[in-house]
């Protein structure tokens, strides 16, 4: 089946399929080039670009684009503290319980999310958490500490143990043993949570809706939602805000090929 | 690598049966100065030390909100509550409300349709994909990684790009159907009642292709290249060799891309709140949505947890289809 007989048809094929996928995005990049105002024509290239859709976005969105940015990398952070070490450990230690925890965390991964904004709000409400930075980290790591426990578990397991075990022969502690050894060796798998864990807290829109209601504290994708629900009559700056919300995306695609390759396919768990 | 993470999640004993081998062996080199008693302790803290922060945070943000949803559903748990810090309890009355309104059935409804019919057509259009680019050309590595844009973009960044695109006066599909004489006057896509369902489930279709394609493709890569090459000296059609080689052989992966599609196509919120908020008069409701505009838009928790656990339950009946299939051995 893999023997091909028109490489070129193939290609040109191919070719037609990502540019009919791809449409929508291209659009976007379209139309936020486009001057602002006038969008009822809007050109089909951006032939004339013009950045002002961008200039309107940074001025309205870049204090949300900073919100997103600050929440996701707390979110990475906190995430690969929780869930790398807990990995490790799930493969590490004889324990009774490591397979109930395991079970908990594909369980974890199925519950809506509007289960916990649900309960999170009022909590929130009580403890003031509510329209804070910390607040949207500890929900938004709801997607990333499961999904770093178990990217990382699979790597882990992997690991020969008479890695750890020359540690310990040379006198490394199990902490020791954990940072110097096992935390190197699992840079990819480390890596992958880490980008992924940033994309789905950048992507988050649930906990931006539900835990924030003022301005103060508002990630990017909040302040879209809040351009759509108005009548729309500057798309181009919609979209221009739009493409800045894309670039993690983008970067990560370009940047962190064999990355995204792996952990689209760990998420195969999520 | 893709391949290899699939299946290191399906076996979900085996490594961690060899890792703690590995550890009886280290307890084995230690110094004996410490007592067998003393080693076991130590290593006992030395866990609780790596899972104790996990564990707390899965209790705090996973298991404390499924059972306060659950307390909730029983609760009159409304807007007034934050001001008498009352919630009196309800018995089942949120459940026979829900249960008993117009609106719960047409979110159910929707839900089963949306989820039947975003699922279809990922996975159809997927696999297609995922088939078609496992052939070699000049090419197809690079083409195959743009595939994944549609999936890694913010869901509120597509659902406001295709709200654009279909806008009903200005949007470009109008525009091209107007433009090469089909229609003489836009067509409503998202704010007709009787479209706007359709609209939605082709966007979610959109941005699920590049799952499904992903994971199945790496589904094909493990399927042994020498059976094909049997069956072509046998003579097989390609539809033969599909539904003979590459379709049993691909069944397990099948399976798990169709449950996890659907537990993660029953939550699915951004896309609907972004291209039309549950409406036209509620033709686009779900029980996601649903849940949500009962507690976060008319402020009843109560309801809206009782809606929510409604979902859970669904969720978690797909969850143990999941997690049994992910039990059993590849080539069963």
Redesign the interface.
Known sequence: ??T?RH??L??A???V??IV??F??Y??VN?SLQPGGA????AWLPLNPDLSGYRTALDEQGGNLMTSLMVALGSVVLSL???V??A????????RW??Y????????Q??????????????Y?EIGLLNSIPGLI??D??SG?PFA???C???????P??L??AA??DGAG??RA?LSVVVPVSRNAIITSGLFTF?FT??D??FA??LTTTEEVRPV?LG??N???AY?ND?SS??AT?VL??LP??V??VVA??Y???G??????? | MSTTDVHAHRTTTPPADRATGGGAQVTAVRPPRISARGRAWRQRLVATLFLGPAVIYMVLFFGYPVIQNLIMGFQHYTITTFFTDEAPWAGWANYTEVLGSPLFRTALANTVIFTVGSILGQFVLGLGLALFFRRRFPLSGALRSLILLPWLIPLIVASAVWKWLLDTDSGALNRVLMGSGLIDSGIPWLSSTDLALFTVIVVNIWIGIPFNAVILHGGLQTIPQELYEAGSIDGTSRWQAFRHITWPMLRPVVSVVLVLGVVYTLKVLDIILGLTGGGPANATQTLATQAYQLSFATFDFGQGAAVSNILILISLLFAVIYLRLNRRPVDE
């Not at chain 1, 490790?88 to 324990?95: E, G, I, K, P, W």
């Not at chain 1, 925890?101 to 974890?108: H, R």
């Not at chain 1, 578990?153 to 690991?159: F, H, I, K």
């Open positions: 089946m893999n091909v490489p070129k193939n290609t094929m191919g070719l399929i990502i996928l791809l929508p995005i659009w976007m139309a969008t009822v024509d809007t503290v929780i869930a070490p807990a490790y450990a799930l493969v590490q230690f004889r324990l490591a397979d925890l395991l079970f908990a965390v594909l369980i974890s199925m519950i809506p999310g509007i289960v916990i904004a649900n309960a999170l709000y009022n909590v409400a500890l929900a790591s709801t500490i426990i178990l990217i578990r699979a790597l882990m397991g992997s690991l143990p008479a750890v075990e310990h022969v199990p902490v954990f994309l950048w992507s829109f649930l809706l539900t994708t879209i939602y351009y759509l629900g729309v798309w919609v979209m739009a919300a894309s995306a983008l990560l695609l090929q064999k995204v390759a792996a689209a396919t760990g998420g195969a768990v999520k």
